[in-house]
């Protein structure tokens, strides 16, 4: 008997257009993390220096606005996907997985 089936981190049942529009929101998704990453390192060392802290709390602020960016992407992946696979014919999804972005 084979054991406990493992869910598929991707399921493309209409063809490659499901894959370009997941992989175009996923590189987005990754650029967008680096980007707050960069922006609360750098604020931190700022405010190191009372001369800096003015700046730095602006990097905290670009960075909390660009976390409220990520769920803007996911909302955006979710309704991309749905109208290709309505435009394919293949219904909406059977089951989104924790991978999405």
Not at 72 to 101: C, N, Q
Request: net charge positive.
């Amino acid at each position: 008997m084979p054991g406990p089936h493992r869910e598929k981190p991707l399921d493309v049942k209409i063809g490659r257009h499901e894959l370009v529009v997941r992989q175009r929101y996923e590189a987005a998704s990754i650029c967008n993390d680096i980007l707050i990453g960069l922006w609360f390192v750098a604020g931190s060392i700022m405010f190191f220096s009372p001369a800096w802290s003015t700046t730095g709390t602006w990097l905290f602020l670009i960075g909390s606005v660009q976390m409220l960016i990520r769920p803007v992407i996911r909302l955006s992946r979710l309704v991309h996907v749905r109208r290709v696979r309505s435009r394919s014919g293949a219904g909406p999804a059977s089951s989104e997985t924790a991978m999405d972005f």
